[in-house]
């Protein structure tokens, strides 16, 4: 039995952070003591001036799985779990839940399992899986990927990825009322086909081809009307939507006030909707292209309200692993330029630094990026919180270092960001996985694991009895 004794870091559990020491046995939390109790340990580590956080959970990553027998890879998008979960442990977070997108798409039970399986060799987190609905999909193949411990589903209301054809309204009515009687999510990117297929006519006709014309071709209204017709759905069928990178305070408002009369609605966002906008946009051009689009100053402010008043119930990356060379396509004309983002290693960093300068609290960061996805993904009690026989997945952060992003430093596939030159407050000093350091800042290699270190987590509720249907 190892056990590991962190001490003198301000621990930071659902309840409210308190200074005390931690101890870790066999990979779980198994005390936690203020003032010290004097536990044995074989490790021992000082956290002094140090803030310790419960492992992000990034409930949206693209490691785009290659399945050398099934799938052809796309040059432009390719990932994988292992340098994917390198710069998953570089920014503080211990499980990834990996969308069904990848070569193939996983989107029934047999492709679901050999992805968890492919994906174990690999990882250097835990991870869990989507499940996948597209277009023309049947029930059958969502029951196929319960069982095989989906951690919810994810289906496109547009037709904006060609690997992955959007739902109509009759799948998405349909869809819900399967998963009605399931404790699992139909999580949707919530973008009108009909709206989005204008604008980008509208566009074309007019010859526009400059970053800012990608934010004119899909405004706000094009999410604020999808998300109401999720929310819509769900409150007719009583089934539970979950709004996948929400970038509108638009809607937000409006799944606030469908939870207020009991719809089960809830919503994520990423960095990208909370820290860049128009300006970054027209200056980054390509690399700064994501679907939805990056909004206007004015609403990235409101973003916060959300955030801060719980509306918002998590904060993920949607990092997607373009090359460079699939990013310059852009650069005359944006529409050339894949939607995506790489953003794994500064999620953390960016909602500690932002957040804490806004006033969140401690909790609140837990909750945004922990606690709250784990309820979502179905990852609780295991994982997402630092409580008594939880996995010990643990974030060290120096709450005072101020560093500057830059891309030398990232250990994904693809070392470009966005968030490049950006100075942040917060730097992840070392990550823990079920009690193991998997990255240390000060260390030479940094990374401490080997692919296959990581391992599938099973959504919690149906893991023992996957019976519906
Ligand atoms: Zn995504």
Redesign the pocket.
């Known amino acids: 039995m190892t056990r590991t004794l962190i001490t003198g870091g301000l621990v930071v559990c659902p309840g409210g952070a308190v200074r005390a020491d931690l101890l870790v046995s066999d990979g779980r939390i198994a005390g936690l003591a203020d003032p010290p109790a004097g536990w044995e340990a074989d490790e021992r580590i000082n956290a002094d001036g140090l803030v310790v956080l419960p492992g992000a959970i990034d409930g ?1 990553t ?1 490691f785009m799985l290659l399945d050398p027998e099934l799938g052809e890879p796309d040059p432009d998008e390719f990932e994988g779990f292992t340098n994917g979960g390198r710069g998953a442990a570089a920014g503080g977070v211990t499980t990834c839940v990996e ?1 069904p997108q990848g070569f193939p798409p996983a989107t029934n039970g047999l492709i679901h399992r050999r992805k968890r399986e492919l994906a174990e060799r690999d990882a250097i987190v835990d991870f869990a899986l989507w499940g996948g609905v597209r277009g023309g999909q049947t029930a059958q193949e969502v029951f196929e990927q319960i069982d095989a411990g989906a951690a919810g589903f994810k289906a496109l209301m547009c037709n904006s990825d060609p690997t992955f054809a959007g739902v109509d309204d009759a799948q998405l009515l349909a869809t819900l009322e399967v998963l009605r009687e399931t404790p699992l999510m139909l999580g949707l ?1 919530a973008e009108s086909d009909a709206l989005l297929q204008n604008g980008l006519r509208r566009m074309a006709q007019a010859g526009r081809r400059d970053p800012l014309a990608h934010a004119e071709s899909r405004p706000p209204m094009i999410e604020i009307e999808a998300v109401n017709r999720a929310v819509f759905f769900a409150e007719q069928t009583g089934g539970w939507v979950h709004i ?2 929400l970038s509108t305070p638009e809607a937000a408002e409006l799944i606030g006030r469908a939870r207020s009369r009991g719809v089960r609605a809830t919503c994520e966002t990423c960095p990208q909707y909370l820290v860049l906008d128009l300006d970054d946009l027209a200056r980054l051009g390509p690399y700064a292209r994501c679907a939805p689009a990056i909004r206007d100053r004015g609403r990235v402010e409101r973003m916060w309200e959300y955030v801060a008043d719980g509306t918002i119930d998590a904060i993920t990356s ?1 990092h ?1 692993g373009f090359t460079v060379e699939s990013k310059e396509r852009g650069r005359a004309d944006i529409f050339a330029a894949p939607n ?1 983002l790489t953003g794994i290693q500064t999620l953390l960093p960016l909602v500690v630094s932002e957040g804490r300068r806004r006033g969140l609290s401690w909790e609140r960061i837990a909750e945004l990026t922990a606690t709250g996805p784990a309820r979502l993904w179905q990852l609780a009690p295991r994982k997402g919180a630092i409580r008594l026989g939880a996995d010990a997945d643990l974030v060290l952060l120096d709450p005072e270092r101020v560093w500057t992003v830059h891309p030398g430093e990232l250990l994904h596939t693809h070392r470009w960001t966005p968030y490049e030159g950006r100075q942040l407050r917060g730097r992840v000093v070392r990550t823990l996985v079920r009690g193991v350091t998997v990255y240390r800042d000060d260390a030479p290699e940094r990374i401490l694991v080997e692919p296959g270190f990581g391992r599938f987590v099973p959504a919690q509720a149906t893991a023992t009895a996957a019976t519906v249907g």
């Open positions: 949206h693209h969308m990117h996948i990178h949607d997607c995506g």
